[in-house]
């Protein structure tokens, strides 16, 4: 089973900047939503696993992670490609929509 990351401030330039195919789930606890496509992300995580890294960045613990991406309501899911952020999908989506955008990453 693959590891779902927890992504902070600290973390995120080894985790994330160093490359490669990304999805971060930018999320909150109190957010029903997220909770609904938490199974999903752990799903595609196992997946893909090895092609990609999934981490789990909460709004309310790494802020300046949100700001920095500009994330305006949760869940958002921000998929990066060596580094760079190439889409995002805002909401709570099907597990073929994320599929199809991690294809393109990958």
Known sequence: MADVLSITGENYETEVAA????????????????????????????????????GKVDIDQAPDLAVQ????????????????????LVGAHAKPVIEDKIKSIV
């Open 19 to 54: 490359g490669g195919a990304v999805v971060l789930d930018f999320y909150a606890t109190w957010c029903q939503p997220c909770k609904q496509i938490a199974p999903i992300l752990d799903e595609l995580a196992d997946d893909y696993q090895g092609q990609l890294k999934v």
């Open 69 to 88: 991406f500009g994330i305006s309501g949760v869940p958002t899911l921000v998929f990066l490609k060596g580094g760079e952020k190439v889409d995002q």
